[in-house]
């Protein structure tokens, strides 16, 4: 029996999570960061600000006392490149670097979005996909991101590279300006959900593509249209913001597939955790690529606790990192 400590400080939430490797349960704690109300989001001195005092609210609910840390999983940056940085981050990585320290307990970095990806595994319960190829969209306030992932053997356990993603707004950005503008709180997604279910019309929407990109700017000008201008139903600009989002991920999700020709995807994110879309999506894929594709595609979807924003998939991944390991 094994216990793994997972940390994630994004822009939107102070998360850390307990993963067992033997009941394979993971209990896991986490604090929205405190945004005022009327406002789309938080500079990052404010964000290091408040993580710093979370953290160690969030560890003090956690039970420590009768376990032993084998290791500890961090995001250290939003994704596995070069150039990808986020000062918050730096508050959960100088966390885990002290307290391996003091334990002597190895420290497993890696990035936000891996950790998404793989808390979405977990949690849809696909974590075998992990040996084989899969595309990924990681779909939150910071990303519209379609990715290949494929099994990595020099230890980062996923290569992740990059097919495809939104050239200007990115889909929770979106939903947060259209929810504030109509009035909701901060982060904006479920109370938009929730709205949208009250429409009883129809959209259609033809979705803007570059190459296998898409632009979802536009949007947000149609969205203030119909409801300064024309007087549409808050209800009815949530849904057709919902439906846009929906009809971009589907083609986004029809050319990944026909190019990169594998049969899994999985789909994480904070945005992802919208039954509308989710259905949606499982819908496309029954209905339209059986059709002209000939072949079974399997989509999965991580459950809400572990869609937005968390520490889940951190100390999955430092457990992945055991020898003993196992899916």
């Given at each position: 029996m094994a216990y793994y400590l997972g940390l994630d400080t994004s822009n939107y939430t102070t998360s850390a999570a307990l993963y067992d490797t033997k009941s394979e349960d993971i209990l896991q704690t986490k604090k929205l960061l405190p945004v005022k109300s009327g406002e789309k989001g938080l500079r990052q001195s404010d964000a290091v600000f408040h993580h710093t005092v979370q953290l160690p609210e969030i560890l003090e609910q956690l039970d420590f006392s009768r376990i032993r840390l084998a290791g500890i999983g961090v995001s250290v940056r939003p994704r596995n490149t070069e150039l990808s940085?986020?000062?918050?981050?730096?508050?959960?990585?100088?966390?885990?670097?002290?307290?391996?320290?003091?334990?002597?307990?190895?420290?497993?970095?890696?990035?936000?979005?891996?950790?998404?990806?793989?808390?979405?595994?977990?949690?849809?319960?696909?974590?075998?996909?992990?040996?084989?190829?899969?595309?990924?969209?990681?779909?939150?306030?910071?990303?519209?991101?379609?990715?290949?992932?494929?099994?990595?053997d020099a230890g980062q356990i996923l290569q992740i590279k990059p097919v495809s993603s939104s050239l200007d707004l990115k889909a929770g950005q979106l939903i947060d300006r259209v929810g504030i503008m109509l009035g909701l709180h901060f982060p904006c997604g479920a109370e938009l959900e929730k709205l949208a279910m009250q429409s009883r019309k129809k959209f259609s929407y033809k979705p803007v593509i570059k190459g296998l990109n898409c632009c979802m700017s536009g949007l947000e000008n149609q969205c203030r249209k119909f409801y300064q201008e024309e007087h549409m139903p808050s209800c009815d600009v949530a849904m057709f913001c919902l439906t846009a989002i929906a009809e971009i991920l589907k083609s986004m999700m029809d050319s990944a597939i026909r190019q990169e020709q594998t049969v899994r995807v999985l789909y994480a994110g904070g945005v992802m955790s919208d039954k509308y879309l989710q259905n949606q999506l499982k819908n496309h894929s029954t209905n339209n690529l059986l059709f002209h594709s000939g072949i079974e595609i399997q989509t999965?979807?991580?459950?809400?606790?572990?869609?937005?924003?968390?520490?889940?998939g951190t100390a999955i991944y430092a457990a992945m990192h055991d020898s003993d390991f196992s899916d």
């Open positions: 940085y986020m000062p918050c981050f730096l508050c959960g990585q100088t966390a885990a670097r002290m307290i391996g320290h003091i334990l002597e307990i190895p420290v497993y970095e890696t990035s936000h979005q891996t950790g998404h990806i793989l808390a979405a595994l977990y949690s849809a319960g696909v974590l075998a996909w992990k040996n084989h190829q899969f595309l990924a969209f990681h779909v939150s306030g910071g990303t519209t991101d379609c990715v290949l992932c494929t099994p990595d999965a979807f991580a459950e809400p606790a572990f869609s937005c924003d968390n520490a889940a």
